[in-house]
């Protein structure tokens, strides 16, 4: 599209209904904050330009908002005289002049690009005003779209409809496109006569066709404009977006054994033929690659998996944590900044964490980095081909040559080179006999002590 657009998200509520210490746009939804998932659908619809109307917390969210790919300034409503008087806000920001303006709302976290292009497609069309409805089996609350032949007559709020009004059931979602050359003039022409006293933005409409020009509204998926008042319709907005983002990851091709107990962050990316096990659970910044298997009640965060691996079931990998192709990480592991490289295993009850395991090592059971001395970390470095012995303990910084043996039970403070065999424990004895000798010792002073 040719046409220049300038956004305005509003988001300069108080989020009372919420009951937080901070602004409702700053509540994440997948793992980040719901303002920043409405800027990216404006970068997906090729929106290039932004103007944030603030309120409280106005830095937190105008530092939430912001991404190198969109342009975006911030105006403070300091008044919350409706949704009218909040675009005004921007006035300076309209005033440089676009093609579009295209009103969205910090708290609508679900919206994609589709409906926005759709809305400044209308006005490319010769329309002035193009509202974005949906339908609903219940409107209650929401403005209602008064539409006849194809033409958006009025936008009518609850509060203010009819008996027969309040019947209708497409609303308004809230979001808007207007013809950026006129949009200062109609937008200084709303009024608060209405029964709370605000300045509705929605009056734009029936201001339009008073002059002669036309408004149209165009259908979204009712999903896609659910608000955020409180935190019940925010734990509905996470479920949507859930349920959203699984499809799309198993239409590419990973499966899913238990899709409803699988949670995604924003950034998650799963590679084909990925298999997820029930129970997983991702925190951001995690890259799983093709063919890798993570098995049931995991926990990732920060991590990435190559082709092949496999994790869990109960494996935490956490930031940092890097594992090589063809990799393992087992039952009880948990991997902190670490590069298991590939083929290497790691595979039960163990801690690895600020180290870097080469390729094709085994780490036995409970071996543990011992990467902090209460004040600093350290790093543990162990070769291609290793065995560590179950049970060891690597006080870092130590490193642990290719091909070395660290014997079971061992703890582990200094280099171990290549080839090496390394005991770090005390050496066994055999005392032949001696358990009986004890046993038949215990037992005569047990029976004397009873006959007294
Ligand atoms: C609004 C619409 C209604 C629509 C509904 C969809 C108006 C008059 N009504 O109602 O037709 O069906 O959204 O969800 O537009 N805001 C400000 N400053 C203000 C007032 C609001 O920044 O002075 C922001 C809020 O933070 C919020 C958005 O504008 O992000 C919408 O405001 P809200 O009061 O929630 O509008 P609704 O009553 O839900
Ligand atoms: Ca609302």
Sequence with gaps: MQRTCLAIILAAGESTRMKSSMSKVLHPVAGRPMIAHVVESLVKASISSAALVLGRDADLVKSAAARNDIDLSAFIQTERLGTGHAVLAAKEAIARG???????????????????????????????????????????????????NDELLAIREQKDASEAEQKITYCNGGL??????????????????????EYYLTDIVEILRAQ??????????????????????????EAIWQKRRRHELMVSGVSMLAPETVFLSFDTELGQDVLIEPNVVFGPGVTVESGAIIHAFSHLEGAHVSAGATVGPYARLRPG?????????????????????AGAKVNHL?????????????????????????????????????????????????????????????????????????????????????????????????AAKQKT
Excluded: W
């Design 321 to 341: 944590a890097n594992l090589g192709p063809d990799s393992k990480v087992g039952n009880f592991c948990e991997v902190k900044k670490a590069e298991i490289g």
């Design 350 to 446: 163990t801690y690895i964490g600020d180290a870097f395991v080469g390729e094709k090592t085994n780490i036995g059971a409970g071996t543990i980095t011992c990467n902090y001395d209460g004040v600093n970390k350290h790093v543990t470095r162990i070769g291609a081909n290793a065995f560590i012995g179950s049970n060891s303990s690597l006080v870092a910084p130590v490193s642990v040559g290719n091909g070395a043996l660290v014997a079971s039970g061992s703890v582990i403070t200094r280099d171990v080179p290549d080839d090496a065999l390394a005991f770090g424990r005390a050496r066994q004895e055999i005392k032949p006999g001696r358990a009986k000798m004890l046993r038949d010792r215990y037992r005569a002073e047990k």
């Design 212 to 237: 002669g020009g036309k408004a149209i509204a165009v259908e979204a998926p009712e999903t896609e404009l659910t608000g955020c008042n409180n935190r019940a319709e925010l734990a509905a907005i």
């Design 176 to 197: 808007m496109a207007i013809n950026g050359a006129k949009a200062l003039e109609l937008l200084s022409r709303i009024g608060n006569a209405n029964v709370k006293g």
């Design 98 to 148: 676009y093609d579009d303006i295209l009103v969205v709302f910090g708290d609508t976290p679900l919206i994609t690009a589709a409906p926005l292009t759709a809305a400044r497609q209308g006005l490319a069309d010769g329309n002035d005003v193009v509202v974005i409805g949906f339908k609903t089996a219940d409107p209650t609350g929401y403005g209602r779209l008064i539409v006849e």
